[in-house]
């Protein structure tokens, strides 16, 4: 395998993991900022 083929899929599967991840990251970033003490 050519080596920009290997950077691009790295770089889609990057993405890809940000398109599912970040969604997640902003819920418990919300939740942590609202309801801090209930997490305690």
Do not use: C, I, Q, V
């Not at 993405?15 to 990251?25: G, N």
């Amino acid at each position: 395998m050519r080596e920009k083929e290997r950077k691009g899929m790295r770089k889609r599967e990057k993405s890809e993991f940000l398109y599912f991840t970040f969604p997640y990251f902003l819920r418990y970033r919300s939740a942590n900022l609202f309801s801090a003490d209930s997490l305690l």
